[in-house]
């Protein structure tokens, strides 16, 4: 069973930062890909930004330039982070981690409990 817990949400005025984490722990083999989503109250939950297990990033038109994402392998835990910088209103929404890869049990996809982030004008 692999578990994903975020923290580092909370309240930012418009132009801030913010980072959030997530830690991923279990009995992980490895890891393929980790990334970042987010909900907004009634819209569909989107792609934020992605990252490899080699390191490739990919994301959202919409946060190239303000968020960073970023991964650390420590010993039995795999850190992933999203630097955000220059917050918009429009950034407000639930934000998810996500990470897929294979455990000792077979191949997994895991969600962590979400984290809000709110941007105000």
């Known amino acids: 069973q692999v578990q994903l817990v975020e923290s580092g949400g909370g309240l930012v005025q418009a132009g801030g930062p913010l980072r959030l984490s997530c830690a991923a722990s279990?009995?992980?083999?490895?890891?393929?890909?980790m990334g970042w989503y987010r909900q907004a109250p009634g819209k569909q939950r989107e792609l934020v930004a992605a990252?490899?297990?080699?390191?490739?990033?990919?994301?959202a038109d919409s946060v190239k330039g303000r968020f960073t994402i970023s991964r650390l392998n420590a010993k039995n835990t795999v850190y992933l982070y999203l630097q955000m910088n220059s917050l918009k209103p429009e950034d407000t929404a639930v934000y998810y981690c996500?990470?897929?890869?294979?455990?000792?049990?077979?191949?997994?996809?895991?969600w962590g409990q979400g984290t809000q982030v709110t941007v105000s004008s």
């Open positions: 996500n990470a897929e890869g294979w455990a000792v049990a077979g191949p997994f996809g895991s």
């Open positions: 279990g009995s992980i083999f490895s890891i393929n890909a």
């Open positions: 990252i490899t297990s080699g390191g490739r990033t990919n994301y």
